[in-house]
T-cell receptor, first 113, second 113 residues
Framework: AQSVSQHNHHVILSEAASLELGCNYSYGGTVNLFWYVQYPGQHLQLLLK??????LVKGIKGFEAEFIKSKFSFNLRKPSVQWSDTAEYFCAVTPYNNNDMRFGAGTRLTVKP | EPEVTQTPSHQVTQMGQEVILRCVPI?????FYWYRQILGQKVEFLVS????????KSEIFDDQFSVERPDGSNFTLKIRSTKLEDSAMYFC???????????FGSGTRLTVV
C-alpha cells in the first residue's frame, strides 16, 4: 500500500539553524510530491511541489526540497530558520494521474527565538 | 487569491446526530476532496469527487458518510449518525489536477459529545 513516512515527529531548533525534514514514500511508479505547512490554528498551505523536471524545487519562504528518486525521498530544507517557521510540516504524495493525495504523519517544528 | 471556504468553523453535535459540513471550492476547480485530522494525528484522506461522482474513497469513508455537490458551487460532507471518534478537523480541498497541488479550506472542527 502506498505510504508516506516522516521520520521526525518533533524538531526543535534555534533561530538561524539549518533545517532538514525527512520524507520517504513507498510507491513504485511516477509520483507528484508536495510539502504543506500548517501554522498554529490555520489551514494547510502549499509550500512547494514537484511533478517533473529539476529535482531541486524551491518554494515559498526560502524552503526547498530535493527529490531523490533512487531513495524514494523528498526532504525539505531551509538554510536558516526563523521563529515564524514554527509550524507543522506535512509531506504528501499523489501517484501520477491519480488525484488522491496521501499525507505523512507530519513533523512539528519549534523554532526558539 | 481564490480561497476554499468552509462553514461552520466549529460544530458541536451530540452522538447519533447528523451533521453536514459545507465547503465552497474555488470556482474553476474540477476536483474536490475531504480530509480529516484527528487531534494530534495525521491528515487522512476521506474521499475525492470529480464529474459529479465519487472517484475514490478511503476505508474511513463508510456508509455513514456521503458527499454531494447540490448546486454546482457547494460541496458537502454529511455524517449520518455521528460517533465520538468522528471528532476531528475536517478539511475540504479543491484542485485542477494533482500536478498543481490542492487548495485547502481552513477546516471545520467537529466535536461529538
Amino acid at each position: 500500500a502506498q505510504s508516506v513516512s516522516q521520520h521526525n515527529h518533533h524538531v526543535i531548533l534555534s533561530e538561524a539553524a539549518s533545517l532538514e525534514l525527512g520524507c520517504n514514500y513507498s510507491y513504485g511508479g511516477t509520483v507528484n510530491l508536495f510539502w504543506y505547512v500548517q501554522y498554529p490554528g490555520q489551514h494547510l498551505q502549499l509550500l512547494l511541489k514537484y511533478f517533473s523536471g529539476d529535482p531541486l524545487v524551491k518554494g515559498i519562504k526560502g524552503f526547498e526540497a530535493e527529490f531523490i528518486k533512487s531513495k524514494f525521498s523528498f526532504n525539505l530544507r531551509k538554510p536558516s530558520v526563523q521563529w515564524s517557521d514554527t509550524a507543522e510540516y506535512f509531506c504528501a504524495v499523489t501517484p501520477y494521474n491519480n488525484n488522491d493525495m496521501r499525507f505523512g504523519a507530519g513533523t512539528r517544528l519549534t523554532v526558539k527565538p | 487569491e481564490p480561497e476554499v471556504t468552509q462553514t461552520p468553523s466549529h460544530q458541536v453535535t451530540q452522538m447519533g446526530q447528523e451533521v453536514i459540513l459545507r465547503c465552497v471550492p474555488i470556482s474553476n476547480h474540477l476536483y474536490f476532496y475531504w480530509y480529516r485530522q484527528i487531534l494530534g494525528q495525521k491528515v487522512e484522506f476521506l474521499v475525492s469527487f470529480y464529474n459529479n461522482e465519487i472517484s475514490e474513497k478511503s476505508e474511513i469513508f463508510d456508509d455513514q458518510f456521503s458527499v454531494e455537490r447540490p448546486d454546482g458551487s457547494n460541496f458537502t460532507l454529511k455524517i449520518r449518525s455521528t460517533k465520538l471518534e468522528d471528532s476531528a478537523m475536517y478539511f475540504c480541498a479543491s484542485g485542477t489536477d494533482s500536478n498543481y497541488g490542492y487548495t485547502f479550506g481552513s477546516g471545520t472542527r467537529l466535536t461529538v459529545v
